[in-house]
């Protein structure tokens, strides 16, 4: 059964670990990360961007599909299914169609125009259990056409946005979408510090988290984080094992062509990389 991502968010963010939110695009991906869930005992959080959720169909298709896949592999660690970037519009749409969180990405409209409908779906998630996410201070690079400009949140904004009551908040603290340029600056551990000193209790999120290294990871999660979200590098890993097979000639031999042979290489790499961030992040065992 789907489960709120409030509860699992705020024991990791006591226990000082993070949880992963790894970004799922198809059948492969998304029994690929909840085996891995299930076979190290750890939550996870299954994020699906508006243009992933297109393309597998639709929102009610994904979630039949996660739903199945929980009942069939006997899946008994808390997963939470989660709209990342949301529109208002798809917000309702996801909570309409069976998912247990959303995120409600206000972060490109005038302060006072997100405060107001972040305010509104703090009402509409906590009357149905549902956990909700919100972004104050644009994340650079780009989110599925919204566009940001890397910036640093306001401390202050974050506080006012935290106190609605919302689940879970996502600040830029330096952070970027996609693969990091060599010129970039790290997180801004300062900024970081200063939104955890006004936000308190509250689960902070980490976006863009492929290419960020290791021990700036470590870090952001010992000063409040505790939420990390994974995209881009699940995708490199699949892609690069896809690449392997396909140029020993592999898909040639025998019924190498039957994608159930093709992808498994692709899917491996997509479990190897769930462990090593789930590894790094602390959450392997937390949900025994
Ligand atoms: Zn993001």
């Known amino acids: 059964m789907l489960v709120s991502a409030k509860e699992m968010l705020q024991k990791a963010k006591a226990g000082h670990y993070a949880v992963g939110q790894f970004n799922i695009n198809n059948l492969e991906w998304t029994k690929a990360i909840l085996e891995v869930a299930q076979e ?9 961007s508006e243009g992933a959720g297109k393309y597998m169909g639709g929102y009610t298709t994904v979630v039949g599909m996660v739903n199945g ?5 006997n899946i008994t660690v808390p997963v939470a299914l989660h709209l990342d970037h949301g529109s208002y519009d798809a917000c309702y749409k996801c909570i309409k169609a069976g998912f247990s969180s959303v995120m409600f990405d206000g972060s490109h409209l005038p302060f006072d125009e997100n405060l107001a409908k972040t305010t509104e779906l703090v009402n509409v998630t906590n009357q149905l259990g549902l956990s909700l996410e919100a972004e104050v201070g644009s994340i650079g690079g780009e989110e599925d056409g919204v566009i940001g400009q890397g910036e640093c949140a306001d401390p202050m904004e974050c506080k006012t946005i935290a106190d609605l009551g919302v689940s879970m908040l996502a600040a830029g603290i330096g952070n970027i979408h996609g693969k990091y340029p060599e ?12 939104i955890q000193a006004q936000t308190g209790d509250m689960p902070l999120v980490l976006h863009g988290g492929t290419g960020i290294p290791a021990d700036q990871v470590k870090k952001a999660i010992n000063l409040g984080v505790a939420k990390v979200n994974v995209n881009t590098e699940c995708q490199l890993a699949f892609a690069a094992e896809v690449r392997k097979y396909i140029e020993a000639g592999k898909d040639l031999e025998g019924k190498g062509y039957d994608p159930r042979k093709l992808l498994a290489p692709g899917t491996a790499g997509i479990k190897a990389t769930v462990i090593e961030k789930m590894e790094l992040f602390g959450s392997i065992g937390k949900a025994e």
């Open 69 to 73: 896949l929980i009942n069939e592999l």
């Open 183 to 194: 010129n970039w600056a790290g997180l801004s551990f300062e900024t970081l510090d200063a």
């Open 40 to 48: 190290k005992k750890s939550p996870v959080i299954l994020g699906v």
